[in-house]
């Protein structure tokens, strides 16, 4: 059990409900359908994702060594080159799935497989890292578009240009947590872009609902960046809660979603939000 923690702690899983939202979403952005290739999508995405923190914590070692000495590497529990092995092994099975799924898939996941080890390799040592991070998002997104009915739309491509903007938004709070300095204020305007995405875009039947769930998405991002700005300035716990409403950015996405399928998104977000209070989401 202490292994199999372990290995949980290093792939972040308890974000992984928002890697399964980000597939829920751009896949019905482009009409849904072609069911039978959901669950190579999603187990791409996953082994890719899972793949990508294996190797955050490999490239990562050093600063870990003196900064976060309770990783799984620093504290002993897992070597070095064990999780190069893993995380290498994640990585060629995720893509693996995705090229199963077609020459436009495959050479999106493929894409998406550079940029997180891009990311990986200069998180630490690049200012504006923090945009590769969300191109890894923009690319999961149209992935997900190009195996549903109608393949990469228009309306996947600016929903995951608007959660691509968020999660640059999210990480360069992040990037305070480990690095002292103040806030950077003009990146949390970021986390708006779905906002103000859904209200240029939404009309007719679609207003209320995009009015609604831009409000809940408003309402749990400035709850979350209390514990961020104030006194005790919590970096983690702001970035534990943005990332969970990741899942809301993308329901709010697709609003005209069924309640069944609805109902999916907000399991997600109540899987996330339980599953960080074992596994840190940071």
């Not at 994702?49 to 900064?67: E, R, T």
Request: net charge positive.
């Amino acid at each position: 059990m202490s292994r199999l923690r372990t290995l949980l702690v290093l792939g972040r899983v308890s974000n992984l409900p928002t890697i399964w939202s980000n597939c829920l979403a751009g896949w019905w952005l482009a009409g849904g359908g072609n069911q039978a290739k959901l669950p190579w999508l999603f187990a791409g995405a996953t082994f890719l994702y899972v793949g990508g923190m294996f190797l955050n914590d490999a490239f990562d070692v050093d600063f870990d060594c003196q900064h976060r000495k309770e990783r799984p590497i620093p504290s002993g529990a897992l070597s070095l080159k064990a999780v190069w092995a893993w995380g290498l092994t994640w990585l060629a099975m995720g893509s693996a799935c995705l090229l199963a799924l077609g020459t436009t898939t495959g050479t999106l996941g493929l894409a998406l497989l550079i940029f997180i080890l891009i990311y990986d390799a200069v998180h630490k040592l690049f200012t504006f890292s923090p945009v590769f991070i969300g191109i890894c998002r923009f690319l999961l997104y149209v992935a997900a578009a190009s195996v549903a009915v109608n393949g990469v739309n228009g309306w996947s491509i600016w929903c995951g240009l608007a959660l691509m903007l968020y999660v640059v938004g999210l990480s360069f709070l992040a990037r305070r947590e480990s690095a002292r300095g103040p806030v950077n204020y003009w990146s949390l305007l970021l986390l708006a872009a779905p906002i103000v995405l859904a209200l240029i875009m939404n009309t007719n039947g679609y207003v209320q609902p995009a009015l609604l769930l831009s409000a809940v998405l408003a309402l749990w991002v400035l709850r979350c960046l209390r514990p961020a700005l104030s006194a005790e300035r919590r970096i983690d716990r702001a970035v534990a809660g943005l990332l969970s409403g990741i899942v809301f950015v993308d329901l709010l996405a697709v609003p005209d979603v069924p309640m069944q399928l609805a109902s999916v998104f907000l399991g997600l977000f109540v899987l996330a939000l339980l599953s960080r209070r074992f596994i840190p989401a940071t």
